[in-house]
Nanobody
Framework: QVQLVESGGGLVQAGESLRLSCAAS????????GGWYRQAPGKQRELVAA???????NYSDSVKGRFTISRDNAKNTIYLQMNSLKPEDTAVYYC??????????????WGQGTQVTVSS
């Protein structure tokens, strides 16, 4: 019954910003760790950013200094703040997270994907 629900994608011009959100649909589950992936047409899906249960973060070289992954535990949501967007950032962005239920069992889930298009 639980889902990761993504939002925030859209069409922007180069240099503009977007913030993606990924929320667990049921409060019974908590996001303990997660990441954002992206996949452009004809390309492999790649990890863009990740956040651990201890709130340490990692970024791909292509987005370092421009993207920030964060978490709001009260809202059961992780975010990807994307600044200074470039046309090469155009892709479908997917959220992935480890969700822990009330019985302390952890399962991995994917979001449905959200399109980000950056025009030049």
């Amino acid at each position: 019954q639980v889902q990761l629900v993504e939002s925030g994608g859209g069409l922007v011009q180069a240099g503009e910003s977007l913030r993606l959100s990924c929320a667990a649909s049921r409060s019974f589950f908590r996001i303990v760790a997660g990441g954002w992936y992206r996949q452009a047409p004809g390309k492999q899906r790649e990890l863009v950013a990740a956040i651990t249960g201890g709130d340490s973060t990692n970024y791909s070289d292509s987005v370092k200094g421009r993207f920030t992954i964060s978490r709001d535990n009260a809202k059961n949501t992780i975010y990807l703040q994307m600044n200074s967007l470039k046309p090469e950032d155009t892709a479908v962005y997917y959220c992935n997270a480890d969700l822990r239920n009330g019985f302390l069992n952890t399962y991995n889930y994917w979001g449905q994907g959200t399109q980000v298009t950056v025009s030049s």
